[in-house]
């Protein structure tokens, strides 16, 4: 099986690429690395939990597209948030985001790399 990287290396505020790619492709399997709320300059989006979820989910669909794939491709999500009382809220836009579709997940409370509220890796599938 060949794995192939996509995408350029996200810049931090730093302007500095980062050791990782957004997505790989593994054979029918696109992995997508963890994604935080950034604009396109490496700055946190301001705003709370929901404002930082909906940019979240904007970058992984840019990444999920570089492998050919969407949202409803996803089969599993890994969500961390770094304060518990946000999952409520947290949760709306999720529903918003993947609708009826509802892909296996795990969600835990951890202190993230920079100071942001969330942060959503995702694998999808999708034979080529």
Known sequence: MTVITLGQPPLASDRLARPLSPAVRAGDFVFVSGTVPTDDQGQVVPGGIEAQTRAV??????????????????????????????????????????????????TVESRLMIDAKVEIDVTAYKPL
């Not at 050919?68 to 999952?87: M, Y």
């Open 57 to 106: 989910f904007k970058r992984l669909e840019e990444a999920l597209a570089l492998g050919g794939c969407t949202l409803a491709d996803v089969a599993k999500v890994n969500v961390w948030l770094d304060d518990p009382r946000d999952f409520g809220s947290f949760n709306r836009v999720y529903m918003e985001c993947f609708g009826e579709h509802r892909p296996a997940r795990s």
